[in-house]
């Protein structure tokens, strides 16, 4: 009787759940709810400098919840049985005593990822061993712990589109042969590698590999190893380094023909990474012209002689600071490099107006860029537009008028070399440049304007006064203001205007690869 009674219970129940509003939805809704429900996306990518995240994944910028699976799943029957239908879920395990994630893993055919720490868990282990072919990621931190459970991940059934491999610094180097079997039997499907605190890299072949990282390794010894692992993975678009130290080729007894990267879109050399390690790297290799870098490094005479030698850099045309985002910008047509560095803003910005070999056309400064920082060197007569905050118009006029002293020293310059480089720059007049006035502050725009007007080249500029958002200053102006420029506008900005960077810049594809101005 009491059976009857719990299954008449039950039948009831069900009834009732279907009546609900929610559940009168089609699985397929129901379905991207749960996806919604059990993943979140990353807030913030990581900047260059954090140290924590030696201890993460870059690679995705969507995290799942290890409970979310199991806690929908124990909603109701109905709930349970559309959940395990759907064949795109991710069930997220951590090498502990899960028993929800466990039993959701075993009872559907979802993709499987794993999360090991260096103490694990047997029913764990078991799982690796009886379901290896549903295991597409693999997060193993200080996974020299137990050097003898990392032949788990050698099974030949196991699938892994995503492997990261930790070592604790404190512990016994993995060697390259421990790592070479492993990698062996993923190379039809590993896509993204990270491997942190490895003394040296196995050199197999990756003909899927799109995306490594390497953290914390190689050392000088290793340098032959990272680029003949680089030679054997034609599909790679991400590089990330970080802690590394790096050697020139010559020193390894390479060859001296730069390795080609003809498929590299994205190059990041993060946190304590030497402008002489970067130097010896960019050597080295061959980027393509459409491969943009992101950098956190000071300005150093080494730095930019290696980024001289990438089209990244050499054919920029605009350059962009902005105290908001924390970084300097320089961009061409195809791609860009990305200093993100939080301090010396001015100083990097500096470094790059003055080089030699730049043809900057676009210079944009946001912010009170050089606040206490000194001054910025002359513009180079290559400018033809400049963007400002109303804040940072006295820097931008400073750089203009210095420039105007460089002209004056053409002459001089030519009768003695003495005077330097700051004397150094293209014959003949320039035309009339596009200053463009950003007002964000209570100054008026007739303040603005008699700053622009004593400029000795006023006559020949062409001014833009745009007010953005949450401007409460006088808009108004004096007529006579018109017969001080070339041309003056000035309009109601409904956003802030973005300078236009390559598509590669603009889009976030990991956690050490933001869009730049976002």
């Excluded at 960019?282 to 980024?307: E, K, N, T």
């Excluded at 006559?459 to 958002?469: D, K, N, Q, S």
């Amino acid at each position: 009787m009491r059976g009857l009674l719990r299954r008449a219970e039950k039948e009831v129940n069900t009834s009732e759940n279907a009546l609900l509003p929610v559940n009168r939805l089609p699985p397929e809704i129901l379905q991207h709810i749960f996806r919604l429900a059990t993943r979140r996306n990353i807030a913030r990518p990581q900047p260059l400098s954090n140290a924590s995240i030696a201890a993460g994944d870059i690679w995705s910028l969507i995290e799942f919840i290890p409970d979310g699976a199991s806690a929908i799943a124990s909603v109701c029957r109905h709930w349970r049985s559309v959940f395990l239908a759907d064949a795109t879920f991710r069930v997220l395990i951590h090498d502990r005593q899960d028993r929800g994630p466990l039993t959701i893993a075993r009872q559907s055919r979802a993709a499987l990822e794993l999360r090991l720490l260096a103490t694990r868990s047997h029913a764990v282990l078991d799982l690796v061993k009886s379901e290896a072919h549903r295991i597409r990621a693999v997060h193993w931190e200080k996974a020299n712990t137990r050097r003898s459970d990392l032949g788990l991940l050698a099974t030949s059934g196991c699938r892994f589109e995503k492997l990261v491999l930790g070592m604790s610094p404190h512990l016994p180097a993995v060697e390259a042969d421990i790592l070479q079997p492993i990698l062996n039997t993923q190379t039809a499907y590993l896509q993204w590698l990270t491997l942190r605190d490895c003394k040296n890299l196995p050199e197999i072949e990756l003909p899927q590999l799109t995306g490594l990282h390497l953290d914390g390794c190689p050392g000088p010894e290793a340098t032959r190893s990272l680029y003949a692992l680089l030679a054997r993975a034609p599909k790679l678009t991400d590089l990330v380094l970080s802690r590394v130290l790096l050697a020139d080729s010559t020193e390894t007894s390479l060859t001296r023909t730069p390795l080609p990267l003809p498929q590299l879109r994205r190059l990041v050399f993060a946190d304590e990474v030497s402008p002489e390690s970067i130097a010896a790297f960019l050597r080295c290799v061959d980027l393509s012209p459409d491969a943009s870098i992101r950098v956190h490094a000071g300005p150093h005479p080494a730095l930019f002689a290696g980024l001289m030698r990438t089209s990244a850099f050499r054919d920029a045309t605009a350059v962009y600071v902005s105290t908001a985002r924390d970084g300097v910008v320089i961009s061409g047509p195809h791609a860009a490099v990305h200093f993100a560095a939080r301090e010396m803003l001015c100083a990097l910005l500096g470094h790059v107006i003055a080089m030699n070999g730049l043809r900057m056309e676009e210079v944009w400064l946001l912010g009170d860029v050089c606040r206490g920082a000194g001054l910025l060197p002359a513009f180079p007569q290559s400018v033809k537009r400049i963007v400002v905050h109303d804040v940072g118009l006295a820097v931008a006029l400073g750089a203009l008028q210095r420039r105007e002293h460089r002209e004056g020293c053409v002459d001089a310059a030519k009768a003695d070399s003495s005077l330097g480089p700051d004397c150094r720059f293209l014959d003949g007049r320039r035309e009339g440049i596009t200053v463009r006035v950003l007002m964000t502050r209570f100054m008026s725009v007739s303040s603005v304007l008699m700053k622009l007007a004593s400029w000795a080249e006023a006559r020949t500029t062409h001014v833009v006064v745009g007010c953005l958002p949450g401007y409460k200053g006088d808009r108004s102006c004096s007529p006579d203001f018109e017969r001080s420029f070339a041309s003056l506008e000035i309009r109601d900005q409904v956003e802030e205007p973005k300078p236009t960077l390559p598509d590669v810049c603009t889009k976030a594809e990991h956690c050490l690869w933001p869009a730049w101005l976002e």
